[in-house]
C-alpha cells in the first residue's frame, strides 16, 4: 500500500522551531520529487517547498525562504521540513506529497497542488504569540 505519514506537528511558541517528518511505504522515495504544503483554516493549500529526485535544487516559497529547510534521506524513505522562527501566520495543517522525478514548477504555485500524489494525511502545527 503506497503512504505517505506525516509526523512532528504540534504546538510551539513564536519563535521556536518544528521539523517535520514524512515517512514513505509501499514505494521508494528515491525517483520521486518531495514537496511540503499547508493549508491554513479558510484558506486555499499552499506550497512551501520542493526538492527534486535527482539534483539537491531546493525550491521555496517568498513566504518561508530563510526560514524552512527540506531534506530527505532516501536511505530511511522519509523526509522533512525544518521550520525555525514561527510566527503565528504559519499556523495551518502541513501535508507531504510527492511526483515521479521532478518538481512540478519552482513557483509552488496553487497550480502545482493537483500535479502531486500520493499525499499525507497532515499534521496540524500551532504557532501561539
Known amino acids: 500500500q503506497v503512504q505517505l505519514v506525516e509526523s512532528g506537528g504540534g504546538l510551539v511558541q513564536a519563535g521556536g522551531s518544528l521539523r517535520l517528518s514524512c515517512a514513505a511505504s509501499g514505494f521508494s522515495l528515491e525517483h520521486y520529487a518531495i514537496a511540503w504544503f499547508r493549508q491554513a483554516p479558510g484558506k486555499a493549500r499552499e506550497g512551501l517547498s520542493c526538492?527534486?529526485?535527482?539534483?539537491?535544487?531546493?525550491y521555496y516559497a517568498d513566504s518561508v525562504k530563510g526560514r524552512f529547510t527540506i531534506s530527505r534521506d532516501n536511505s530511511k524513505n522519509t523526509f522533512y521540513l525544518q521550520i525555525n522562527s514561527l510566527n503565528p501566520e504559519d499556523t495551518a495543517v502541513y501535508y507531504c506529497a510527492v511526483r515521479p522525478w521532478y518538481c512540478y514548477s519552482s513557483k509552488l504555485d496553487s497550480g502545482s497542488v493537483d500535479k502531486y500524489d500520493p499525499w499525507g494525511q497532515g499534521t496540524q502545527v500551532t504557532v501561539s504569540s
Open positions: 526538492i527534486g529526485s535527482t539534483d539537491n535544487s531546493a
